[in-house]
């Protein structure tokens, strides 16, 4: 079965820039989408189709997508940022979430 | 305004049944794909189920046999059927909708389902 592979972890300080990726067999040949959960809410859509941002998502929020990777940028990141963070794509018919990964910022 | 509502959710026993209903405002649920995700305590996101506009439906493996989507376009309304309950499968169900391409963009609040004796 299809895969993405996401860091557990990442930490970053007050205003500096924090990147997270998602690496997959052939993810560079589908779309890849990130969302942003704090605890005890629903997922937030940041990121669809690798790099465009939905209405509404502040513009420190970027991705991008190179080979079978796609990265998730945060710039200038904001404590309200600390988060856990998914990668998902569709592999045919079904969907594929990352493992996720917690965003501490400190 | 645009969302989803879950309910339905509760305690039940291994091997039992459960219908856990996702009601939309402000689109027509059987425009876009439907999704079911659900997330056990402490742990990620999972797919779950889809079902598409045309009404064709699709399952994780981990639930496939067992639980059935389907939708009521009358109430605007996504269901998913879930049969023979395990333990594992005690988690929040979101209901999702992908009004992007290849993306989810609405969410519902969740509902939480124990299996548990």
């Known amino acids: 079965s299809y895969e993405l592979t996401q860091p557990p972890s990442v930490s970053v300080s007050p205003g500096q820039t924090a990147s997270i990726t998602c690496s997959g067999d052939?993810?560079?040949?589908?779309?890849a989408c990130w969302y942003q959960q704090k605890p005890g809410q629903s997922p937030v859509l940041v990121i669809y189709?690798?790099?465009k941002r939905p209405s509404g998502i502040p513009e420190r929020f970027s991705g991008s997508i190179s080979g079978n990777t796609a990265t998730l940028t945060i710039s200038g990141t904001q404590t309200l940022d600390e988060a856990d963070y998914y990668c998902?794509?569709?592999?045919?018919?079904?969907?594929?979430f990352g493992g996720g990964t917690k965003l501490t910022v400190l | 305004e645009v969302q989803l509502v879950e309910s339905g959710g509760g305690l039940v026993q291994p091997g039992g049944s459960l219908r856990v209903s996702c009601t939309a405002s402000?689109?027509?649920?059987?425009?876009?794909?439907m999704s079911w995700v659900r997330q056990a305590p402490g742990k990620g996101l999972e797919w779950v189920s889809v079902?598409?506009?045309?009404?064709?439906?699709y399952y994780a493996d981990s639930v496939k046999g067992r639980f059935t989507i389907s939708r009521d376009n009358s109430k605007n309304t996504v269901y998913l059927q879930m049969n023979s309950l395990r333990a594992e499968d005690t988690a929040v169900y979101y209901c999702?909708?992908?009004?992007?391409?290849?993306?989810?963009?609405?969410w519902g609040q969740g509902t939480m389902v124990t299996v548990s004796s």
């Open positions: 999702a909708r992908k009004g992007v391409p290849d993306a989810f963009d609405i």
């Open positions: 402000g689109f027509t649920v059987s425009s876009n794909y």
């Open positions: 079902i598409y506009s045309d009404g064709r439906t």
């Open positions: 052939k993810l560079g040949d589908k779309y």
């Open positions: 189709q690798d790099i």
């Open positions: 998902q794509a569709w592999d045919s018919s079904t969907v594929v």
